[in-house]
């Protein structure tokens, strides 16, 4: 089972690029990384999803290494709204074409004006 | 439509009452999921179901009964639940199963057994 380590929380100011790191040290071969944005009592929201390399969407971008042994959510100059909880998910790749995703203890942002 | 739509939002219930929540999605996903989630934690895996049959059972306790009667609907029974089961519930459900596609979640039920 792949778990994941990420830092409890992160202040930043509006404007400014956030990164967040995630670990992964036993990452499986097949495995995706996918991070999800939580505001509070709302469900989790699909954020960007990586394999290797990097991947870029409209909201942020996905660093992942060659070891993919960790990965980095890049969030380009964060405003108040984007204060949340993030999470790193690394999915357990099982028979059946399905997965059952564990989430880790997550990153709380705090966005400052 | 791209959304997980789960009902009711809010429930309270008691110790001895017996109540059901609702999720609903018409994606076409074939995998479907249960977490449940404490306040500042995050969210717990409790079953997942994989066209319509259940696939994994997390070790939940019998007090939860999870229903799938068709492809866009799961249900979760509630009976005889004590007051530390109050969190909020959360419904997910993804395309093939797998994993390159992501989550989409539902908003949640939040539940306070009293």
């Known amino acids: 089972l792949a778990k994941t380590t990420q830092p409890i929380s992160m202040d930043s100011y509006e404007g400014q690029e956030v990164n967040i790191t995630c670990s992964h040290n036993?990452?499986?071969?097949?495995?995706?990384i996918t991070w999800y944005q939580q505001f509070p009592s709302q469900g989790p929201r699909f954020i960007i999803q990586?394999?290797?390399t990097k991947v870029t969407n409209e909201v942020a971008s996905l660093f992942i290494p060659a070891d993919r042994k960790s990965s980095t959510l890049s969030l380009p100059r964060v405003s108040l709204s984007d204060t949340a909880v993030y999470y790193c998910?690394?999915?357990?790749?099982?028979?059946?074409?399905?997965?059952?995703?564990?989430f880790g203890s997550g990153t709380k942002l705090n966005v400052k004006p | 439509d791209t959304e997980v739509t789960q009902t009711p939002k809010h429930l309270v219930m008691g110790m001895t009452n017996k109540k059901s929540l609702k999720c609903e999605q018409h994606?076409?996903?074939?995998?479907m999921y249960w977490y449940k989630q404490k306040a500042k934690k995050p969210p717990e895996l409790m079953f997942v179901y994989s066209y319509e049959k259940l696939s994994i059972n997390e070790s939940v306790p019998s007090r939860f009964s999870p229903e799938c009667p068709n492809s866009s609907l799961l249900n979760l029974h509630l009976h005889a639940l004590q007051p530390e089961d109050s969190a909020l519930y959360l419904c997910?459900?993804?395309?093939?199963?797998?994993?390159?596609?992501?989550?989409?979640f539902g908003s949640g039920t939040r539940l306070t057994v009293v």
């Open positions: 998910l690394v999915g357990d790749q099982v028979p059946d074409n399905f997965n059952k995703f564990y």
């Open positions: 990586g394999y290797k």
């Open positions: 036993n990452i499986a071969t097949n495995d995706y």
């Open positions: 997910a459900s993804n395309p093939m199963g797998g994993q390159d596609y992501g989550y989409t």
């Open positions: 994606m076409g996903h074939r995998a």
